[in-house]
């Protein structure tokens, strides 16, 4: 067995891996456009019923695949915080994780799993990255290659296709 595999056994003993069926779920939605405020505000509240102050790692799922990995210092904070960067106007919207998050809109599966220790985090999150590769990096390589290939302030219809 080489190293890799060990690393994933031991998140599997540790239950940290696979995500799915050893995380705590919930699904939520993300908009196209920009809600209105009551919208946002009742998905405020949501993760504040659902989500504890604790910190750990999420991963965003649409239709069973993988878009995202990443810690929450707490979870609760980090959620609420990508859910309203979707929604950046002005010169913001058309950065990279507003673009993500528009072009992921739907209904998404939330899933987390409560981890205090900031290295076992930082340490686990790069483990299940490797190991699932999770889309976001595809789509930050295409976004930049395009912004770099264009030499354009970007617009979300060149992504339609992600």
């Not at 940290?16 to 908009?31: E, M, Q, S």
């Not at 990255?129 to 970007?154: A, D, M």
Request: glycine share 4%; aromatic share 14%; with cysteine.
């Amino acid at each position: 067995m080489n190293h890799f595999e060990q690393l994933k056994k031991l998140l599997e003993e540790n239950k940290v891996y696979p995500i799915i069926g050893n995380w705590n779920k919930h699904k939520i939605k993300h908009f196209k456009e920009r809600p209105d405020k009551s919208k946002i505000n009742a998905f405020v509240t949501e993760m504040n019923n659902t989500l504890n102050n604790k910190n750990g790692l999420y991963a965003y799922y649409k239709n069973k695949k993988l878009l995202y990995v990443g810690k929450g210092k707490p979870l609760r904070g980090r959620i609420v915080s990508h859910f309203k960067e979707a929604y950046l106007e002005g010169r913001h919207r058309d950065e990279l994780w507003p673009t993500f998050f528009r072009e992921h809109a739907g209904l998404l599966e939330l899933y987390w799993i409560e981890l205090e220790n900031e290295s076992v985090r930082i340490s686990c999150e790069s483990l299940i990255t490797s190991i699932k590769e999770p889309y976001f990096f595809e789509f930050k390589k295409l976004f930049y290659q395009h912004k770099k290939k264009n030499n354009i302030q970007l617009n979300n219809s060149i992504y339609s296709n992600f």
